[in-house]
């Protein structure tokens, strides 16, 4: 018994030294989450937010207004053109990828394409939805209005374990469907539609302008 009490009180320093240094745990993971969330959150670039989806009678048209100085109504007609034609060939595109109609007096074109709209594609994953939209393209002396409408898509149709969806724009990136009530961040599901659509439509209407001004 003696020699239990002699081994405690031999150890009583340690235990108080130990304890110095002994603190609180704290809930650091998910502190670290949320810091991440709020600057996820603080850091949505402002062009996928509020207003980035333009309504024209209830119907989603993106428009591109260009001045071309310089150039005739059918010189910017032939580059557009030429654009949309060299779109359809483009990898990602289905054979319903068309130049459709023209009017080559009034220099008018209509083009109507279908294409994979990627999300993500991994070694593991691929997510894309068909794209549908249709442009159309007014040429003047010095000036091409582009717009890009009556956009769709198909999602997820060929999965046996679920139904996917087939949508158009209107019911799906809207403000009202595909921001959270604050307007401050993207949906989780449809906001990534938005997102890819408006990255898409960016994307050729830089093309364009990169043409029409060489």
């Known amino acids: 018994m003696k020699k239990i009490i002699i081994a405690l ?9 130990a304890q110095n240094v002994w603190e609180k745990p704290t809930d650091a993971p998910q502190q670290k989450k949320k810091a991440l969330i709020e600057k996820n959150v603080a850091n949505e670039d402002p062009k996928y937010l509020a207003g980035a989806i333009p309504l024209v009678d209830g119907k989603i048209v993106f428009t591109l207004d260009q001045d071309v100085p310089g150039k005739s109504a059918e010189q910017i007609y032939n580059i557009i053109y030429n654009v949309l034609s060299e779109m359809t060939k483009e990898e990602g595109q289905f054979k319903e990828s068309q130049v459709a109609l023209v009017n080559k007096q009034d220099h008018i074109i209509a083009a109507r394409f279908k ?20 442009i159309i393209a007014t040429c003047t002396d010095g000036h091409a209005n582009v717009t890009l409408s009556r956009i769709s898509y198909q999602y997820e149709q060929d999965r046996s374990d679920t ?11 809207t403000d009202e ?13 449809t906001g990534k539609f938005r997102r890819k659509t408006i990255d898409r439509k960016d994307n050729i209407f830089q093309t364009i302008t990169d043409e029409l001004n060489k």
């Open 115 to 134: 294409e994979w709209l990627v999300f993500q594609n991994t070694f593991l994953s691929l997510d894309r939805t068909v794209f549908n939209y249709t």
């Open 163 to 173: 139904e996917g969806i087939e949508t158009v724009a209107e019911e799906w990136i």
């Open 177 to 189: 469907y595909a921001l959270n009530k604050k307007k401050t961040k993207l949906a989780k599901y």
């Open 9 to 17: 009180i031999a150890f009583f320093p340690l235990i108080v030294n």
